[in-house]
Structure formats: C-alpha cells, structure tokens
C-alpha cells in the first residue's frame, strides 16, 4: 500500500527497508566495477621505529598480483589536515598497526596472500602505551567550544574541604572500539583524471573535500557516494586510511579497486575510544544540595593527532553549584589514534559522574531520584544561560512511576532469588544539540512528484525517511509524492551523520528549500508547470550556525534492574528503561529504534565491552567479535523506550533534538548503580565483568 502519511510525529517506516532485506541495498564493498583489483594493507607489526627494508619479491611471484605499494614509490600526497591519512608516505611507523604497505591483485584471496607474503624489518624503538595519571607528560589541552581543557568556578577545593558531606572516588573506563556491522570499504576508479569512490563513509561531503585536498584536485573532479552505510558509531565520521589506499592503488594501477579493511586491524586505524580515569569529588549539604563539584579527566592520545575524549563536559552542564572545577588532561602515547565513539565525551564522563551522584545519595541516605530533583536548575551551570528546555525533572518522575521505583527497598541485598541478587538503578543524561549549514534543493515535476536533493547520510538512522517527512510537511503533500537522493557528494552539500546532529542539520536545510519551492507553486496556482519542472534551494549557513542566547540540550533518565549471581558474577540486567527529553519526535519508530540501539551499546560498555593495551607489543589484545564482546541477543532484555512531549521554538524550524546518543549516556552508571544496589559492593570499572564481581567481595 502506498504510504501516504504526511505530517511530521507519523511512524513512517523506513523507505529503505525492502532494499535492505532483500539485498538489493548495494553498500561501498558490493560496487564491482568492470576489471576491479583488489587490496589488501599490510600493517606494521612493531610499536614505535622505522621501516629499514622491504621486500616484496615473494608477494609479486604470486600469480595475478598487480602492484605492492610501499612509502618508496606510493604516490606523494599534499599534507593532509588530518595526519592519519598519510600513507605510505615515509619509513616512520608511529604505532603497532600503521599501514607500511598494500598489496593489489587480481582476486581479494591473492591480495591477503600476498600481503602474507611480504618481509618488512624495522629499526624499533622504545615505545610507551600505558596510561598513567601522574605521568610527567601530562598536559590540559586547549579548550575547544567549550568542551576540553579546564573550568573553574568559585572555589571547588576549599568549599569540597569545608562541606559536611562529601564523596571522593576514582572510575575507569577501558579502551572502546566502534566495530560497526559494516568494516570500513571503499571501492576507488579513476577515468580521464576524475576519481570516484564508493566509501563507507558518516559524510561523503567531507571524504571529498579531503580527497580534492591529498591528490590535488578540484573539488568537482571528484565524486564520493555514500548511499548504504552499514553503521559507524563515530568511526565513519572523519576519512580513515582505507580510502585514501584505495584511490592510490587505483592511480597507480589504472583499475579500480576494492578495500575493504579486515576486522582485526579496525581497533588500530580507524579510531576507538580512549580510555578514562575520572576522579569525581561531590560535597553537599546535609540536604543534598550540591556545594562543590569537581571532575578531572584522565586520558590518553596518539603522537599522530591530538583528540581528547571530553569526559567533564556534560558535568558543566547538568548540576548546579556554586564551586566547580572540570579538567581534561591528556598524555602522548605511541598508541593509534582515539577518535569519536558514539556520545563521545559524555559516555564515560556521564557514568563517572551518575555514579558518583549515586554515591552521594548513599552518604546521604537519601533517593538517588529525589537527590537528582533537589539539583535541577533552570540555567546552564557553567555558561549562566538560560536552556531553551530542559525537563529532566520530568523524566526522572515519569521514569520512576514506569519503573514502579516507588516500591523499591532501598536497603542493599534487599532482594534474593536463590543465589540472584536483585537491584535496581537510576541515572541521568544529557547531550548537546549541534546543529550545522547545510545546503538543500527541492524540485516539483509535472506529474505531481516532488523530489528532494541533500548530500545526508543514512547509517541505519532512517533519515531518507524523517527527511521525506519533513520535506511532505513543508509542501504540504502526501509523503508517497516525495522522493529524496542523498549519499552522493554531487548533491548539494550537507555535514557529516554524527553528533546527534543530522536530522537537524540536513532537515533545515530541506524545510527551507520545501518551504519556498511551496510558495513558488502558490504563486503559479492554476498554472501548469513547465516541462522541466520548478526547483528551489536553500543554504542555511548563517543561520543555523549562529550564535543562541540558550544552552540547548537533550535530557533523559534511565532506570535499570539487575540480578548478580553470587555464585558465577553474573550479571543480567532485567529490565531497561528510559525516558527522554528531546524536542519534537519527528518518526516514534525510528526514534524509538536509536533510543533502544543506544541502550543496548550503554549495556554491552556496562557489562561486557572491554579492550586491553598490550604494554609489550603496543597492541589491543581484543582485535575481533571473538574477543571484543558486544551483546549478544540472551543479554539483552525487553527495553522500553519513552519520552515526554517537549516544545522548543529555539532549535530549528521542525523543533527537533538529537536522539542518536543520548540512549547510551545514562545507561552504564544506572546499571552500575543496580549492581551497588544488589550486591552492596561499588564497583567502579568498567565492564562489570564475573571476575571483578567476584574479587570485589560479592
């Protein structure tokens, strides 16, 4: 049946699905264009040093191997903004994993064989990966936007000292890794000085603009289509190596090329999160209201690029007090390179502040949920402005009567099913609304259809379908009338798919176009079109990315129960629930979706996500699904997904929030927070594995 919906807040499905499921989605690695080659990168097997020699004479023996690329004869790059991507350009090798080779060849089975194949020395050098938090190379970055370096207000110390209730604990969190359903891949062809590129990208617009850079051509001779994207949590945000070692190997081979990147080497090249250690220290007075809080942040970055995961951040923005020091610290390490994991920043930073808020509640032996209402606050903390909505007290309420959290007992070990602990948890959560210009045409046919043009993203979001959506509203047409082309950077440009902040960004844009192509046709009533159609654009730099007099952000309030088993350390979570403040939901089916997905990664950080930096070898021990666990469907329980009816008119024209991130901020300290209350042992890093269940007096 054709879906005739229209207005903005319908459940549309998404446009995409019976492509998906039955196959006929084509992502960047299913493009074979006619005498494709393949390759396969060789990474470097050392943590810090140099290449001294290579020798590929047993991988060209092979049969239909084509080329071996290495820094000695790789076609020279322009330096790249982002200094992950030059490779192959030098004999350095920075840290364990860096490409310093790849192989092309007729067949993908020949490629990895002969990468195998090929003998690399090096001159190694001593190399540092561990992160210390009184190491002398510590430093605080440069603050950006106001999320990094470091905040004062009043005088944290002194009023933390004086204080009658305080709290002083240390969190953890491990490296993270992305690992999306879909490795990164590109698919590369060069004809008559254009390249083209099928790439497996958050945002082709850019992976353009870089690629234009690098091989020293016009924007315009260069194409990147990114139509399916199997996921990205981050990872696709930015371009990786594998794209720029496809467009090489396709220059220097005169055939296009595939490279898909193995599982096993995407912890080391295509960014994962750094890992954390968080001193939070919170004073109170007698009646919970915060005096003094202080978050110091503790992480580590590569010697390639400086990226610094903002933990403090979101702690400048949910509670109030009147004294508040938030400090990043960052330490060089001959480590990959840390990049963006889904809700960076706010993730760690959010669990080590909800579970020290829950510790404060025990020293005060009060709710958790009535010490996070008493705390509430109209303004932002740090900024002093006003929020252009903020109802977090209203998802903690509503949560809590969904929850039945009324009826829980809060005395720890309370609740027994044989050798089952039971316990239930509360946390909070935040996260920014970012929005960015974008550009966006719409046209009208004469046969009545509409169509739609914006250079978006959709990684398994929906927004082919919420922009449609957005467009029929704007036009005030049935949405079967309206078709929409995005993933291709010869549509009009648009910012990448990541901060939560697609939808709003691509949907000004095309609520703007929509609305004066709508006008344009109100002007020519009664008026036939002419044969080709009518179109209007639209740019919204300038006003999208202007300055606000509010702090804008998405709030929530998540609620979880567990049961531990004292025997095992098990830990299952029950039940999962969240309740969320974020604007106008434009699609309940798709939101519901990103709000469940976002759940399930805060589960999978809680429990069950772990990574280990090898300190001999420079390398994550935990490089594939077999060891990097993720969870599996028997881990994850019935999750609900709620939210309240939010008006906001100081966001953008469809009074949207971000909804992509905001599932995953509370959910690690909430069921932490269960766990403390099943068992009446903190634990306090992360996951919460059965030997630190066990070990930790359980």
């Known amino acids: 049946m054709p879906d005739t919906v229209s207005a903005l807040g319908s459940p549309a499905g998404r446009r995409e699905g019976p492509a998906k499921v039955t196959g006929t989605a084509r992502y960047a690695a299913e493009h074979t264009p006619e005498g494709c080659a393949y390759a396969w990168p060789v990474p470097a097997t050392i943590a810090r040093g140099r290449v001294s020699g290579i020798d590929d004479t047993e991988a060209l023996a092979l049969p239909g191997v084509v080329a071996v690329l290495t820094h000695r004869d790789a076609p020279r790059l322009n330096e790249p903004d982002d200094a992950t991507l030059a490779v192959l ?61 470091e905040h004062l207000r009043g005088e944290a110390d002194n009023a933390f000292a004086s204080a009658p209730v305080r709290v002083d604990v240390l969190y953890r969190v491990p490296p993270l890794h992305n690992h999306p359903m879909e490795p990164h891949a590109a698919t590369a062809v060069w004809r008559d000085g254009r390249l083209t590129v099928h790439d497996s990208s958050q945002g082709s617009s850019t992976v353009r603009d870089t690629l234009a850079d690098l091989f020293g051509l016009a924007k315009d001779r260069v194409t990147v289509v990114s139509e399916h994207v199997g996921g990205g949590f981050g990872s696709k945000g930015t371009p990786r190596p594998h794209v720029v070692l496809a467009a090489m190997a396709a220059r220097v081979t005169g055939r296009p090329v595939k490279l898909a990147l193995p599982r096993r080497q995407l912890p080391t090249v295509v960014g994962h999160r750094s890992p954390t250690s968080q001193r939070v220290r919170l004073a109170a007075e007698t009646d919970g209201t915060l005096v003094s809080v202080v978050h110091e942040v503790t992480s580590y ?67 958790p949920v009535e010490l996070r209402l008493r705390n509430d606050t109209d303004t932002e903390p740090d900024s002093g402005l006003p929020f252009s909505s903020r109802h977090l007290a209203e998802c903690l309420r509503e949560g809590a009567r969904r ?39 719409a046209h009208a046919r004469p046969d009545g259809g509409f169509e739609v043009r914006v250079n978006a993203t959709d990684i398994g979001t929906g927004a082919r379908t919420v922009l449609a959506q957005v467009a029929a509203e704007a036009l005030d047409v049935a949405l079967d009338r309206v078709r929409i082309r995005i993933g291709d950077s010869d549509l009009p440009t648009a910012p990448l798919a990541g901060g939560s902040s697609g939808t709003a960004s691509w949907g000004w844009a095309v609520h703007a176009a929509c609305t004066r192509l709508a006008e344009t046709l109100r002007g020519r009533q009664g008026q036939p079109l002419p044969p080709e159609g009518v179109t209007a654009a639209a740019d919204t730099a300038g ?156």
């Open 89 to 149: 350009q030098d004999a350095r090798v920075p840290h364990r994993g860096w490409y310093v080779a790849l192989v092309v060849a007729d067949t993908l089975e020949t490629a990895r064989e002969a990468a195998a194949a090929v003998r690399v020395s090096y001159a190694e050098e001593p190399h540092e990966v561990e992160l210390g938090t009184d190491h002398p190379d510590l430093y605080v970055p440069e603050d950006q936007d106001g999320t990094s370096g």
């Open 301 to 367: 970055t590569s010697r390639v690029k400086e990226f610094v995961e903002t933990g403090a951040a979101a702690t400048r923005v949910v509670y109030p007090s009147p004294h508040a020091r938030t400090t990043h610290r960052v330490l060089p390490l001959d480590v990959p390179t840390p990049s963006w994991m889904r809700a960076p920043g706010e993730a760690p930073g959010m669990y080590a502040l909800e579970s020290a808020m829950d510790e404060l509640a025990v020293a005060l032996d009060m709710d």
């Open 403 to 441: 929850f039945g959290w009324a009826e829980r007992d809060p005395r720890p070990r309370a609740r027994r099913q044989g050798p089952v602990l039971i316990g239930t948890g509360v946390a909070a959560a935040t996260y920014p609304v970012l929005v960015s210009p974008s550009r966006a045409s």
């Open 543 to 698: 006003t999208a990315d202007a300055d606000s007099a509010y702090a804008r952000h998405a709030f929530g309030a998540h609620f979880a129960e567990v049961g531990v088993d004292t025997v095992t350390g098990e830990v299952r979570v029950r039940r999962l629930l969240g309740v969320y403040a974020a604007g106008r939901i434009l699609n309940p089916r798709t939101a519901r979706s990103q709000f469940i997905g976002g759940m399930t990664m805060g589960l999978g950080m809680a429990l069950t996500e772990d990574s280990t930096m090898d300190p001999a070898f420079g390398d994550f021990t935990e490089s594939d699904l077999a060891s990097y666990h993720v969870p599996a469907h028997a881990d994850v329980p019935a999750i609900e997904a709620h939210w309240i009816e939010e008006e906001d008119p100081h966001l953008n024209p469809m009074g949207s929030k971000g909804i992509g991130e905001i599932g995953i901020v509370g959910t690690p300290a909430a069921i932490g927070n269960a766990v403390r209350h099943a068992t009446g042992v903190r634990l306090r890093e992360l996951p919460l594995t059965p030997d630190k269940v066990l070990t930790g007096g359980v």
